[in-house]
């Protein structure tokens, strides 16, 4: 008898088990999670791995569902539409989309929560000490907060922490990371002279961290989240139509800086 474990084992996977007539998804057979488990919950137990529920699922959506657009001044809305004029089908203009997002557009999420748990171990009478030592090491911009559009306040950071606020009180998180946050918005208060507001990758860096997610998933999410808002954009664009639209429209010019 011919031993194929080594092609068996060639991929690992703790996610799905599948044979004809059978696909159970985390040991969960599929036919009842149809029907019985939200989009937001089998997210969150396919990447997870274990079931969510409760405030806790309530916070899960909230944080996908706030970040789905920001209109097409966002690069990744853009690029998205501009390619669904192209030529390309729907899912290259989403792929177009999702490509442009990293380590500045999509990736603050990750980054805050990074800030947020280097906080959490030096203690409050450190915060700005350690919110300095960020700064030295990655630049003046603490991840998460302030926003180029959104002044004095991001209407989505508001209603994200209260949501937390809620489920904090009701036992479901422990609501320490939400207080992290508004430290860290206070301190930048303070030391610019004027409202520094969180953000959605603040807010939404509050709710994942509270749920326990380790940063990488931050960004993740985010592009699960986003990936609505470019489906939404490139079928839009593609039902508009439009050829080879840039940027701007053709009447503008560029600078040019040569000689």
């Not at 937001?40 to 079931?51: C, D, F, K, R, S």
């Not at 192209?86 to 442009?100: E, H, K, W």
Request: charge should be neutral.
């Amino acid at each position: 008898m011919t031993d194929t474990s080594d092609v068996a084992d060639w991929w690992r996977t703790r996610i799905v088990d599948m044979e004809p007539g059978r696909i159970h998804l985390r040991g969960r057979p599929v036919q009842e999670l149809i029907g019985n488990t939200g989009f937001a919950q089998m997210i969150w137990l396919m990447v997870m791995g274990t079931e969510i529920t409760g405030h806790r699922a309530a916070l899960f959506e909230a944080a996908l569902v706030s970040a789905v657009d920001h209109g097409p001044q966002a690069p990744s809305i853009a690029a998205a539409r501009m390619a669904a004029t192209c030529g390309i089908g729907l899912q290259s203009a989403m792929a177009t989309g999702l490509n442009i997002l990293g380590d500045v557009h999509g990736g603050a999420g990750e980054q805050a929560i990074g800030v947020y748990r280097l906080c959490e171990r030096a203690g409050p009478e450190a915060l700005k000490d350690t919110l300095d030592t960020w700064r030295e090491a990655h630049g003046r911009f603490i991840p998460g907060f302030g926003h180029r559009f959104h002044k004095p306040v991001d209407p989505r950071a508001p209603r994200l922490l209260g949501l937390v606020d809620e489920a904090a009180k009701a036992g479901a998180v422990p609501g320490a990371y939400a207080e992290i946050g508004r430290a860290i918005e206070r301190q930048l208060a303070e030391e610019r002279g004027k409202p520094v507001p969180m953000n959605i990758d603040g807010a939404t860096a509050v709710i994942y961290a509270e749920l326990g997610c380790p940063p990488p998933l931050a960004r993740g999410f985010f592009g699960l989240s986003r990936s609505v808002g470019i489906l939404a954009h490139a079928w839009e664009q593609t039902e508009q139509g439009g050829r080879n639209k840039g940027p701007i429209p053709p009447r503008y010019r560029w600078t040019y800086d040569g000689d």
